[in-house]
Nanobody, 123 residues
């Protein structure tokens, strides 16, 4: 599985971005998908995940109500809609795959990773 993120960029605080993660391979619909991020000088952290069917999602507390994860299995793509962005959302964002219904927020549960897309929020 290969994952390619896109949609990052520079945005002012309060603005919005939509990240996309396009997957290759024929088994996309069998994977849970997650978004993680790593800010400069900090450890990586879980952002959001969605199960294979799209019926189950989870978010870190700091993005609840602002970020929305979704997926289109026909397009083999997972999205992260980010609204009301804050300077603390500045990071490189990575998407990753996990076995279906793994229900994990830990990076160790994810086996394929994209190269990341940079998000910079100016205050």
């Amino acid at each position: 599985v290969q994952l390619v993120e896109s949609g990052g960029g520079l945005v002012q605080a309060g603005g919005s971005l939509r990240l996309s993660c396009a997957a290759s391979g024929r088994t996309f619909r069998s994977y849970d998908m997650g978004w993680f991020r790593q800010a400069p000088g900090k450890e990586g952290e879980f952002v959001s995940r969605i199960n294979w069917s799209g019926r189950s999602t989870d978010y870190r507390d700091s993005v609840k109500g602002r970020f929305t994860i979704s997926r289109n299995n026909a397009k083999k793509t997972v999205y992260l809609q980010m609204n009301s962005l804050k300077s603390e959302d500045t990071a490189v964002y990575y998407c990753a795959t996990a076995p279906s219904d793994s229900g994990s927020n830990y990076p160790s549960a994810y086996n394929y990773w994209g190269q990341g897309t940079r998000v910079t929020v100016s205050s």
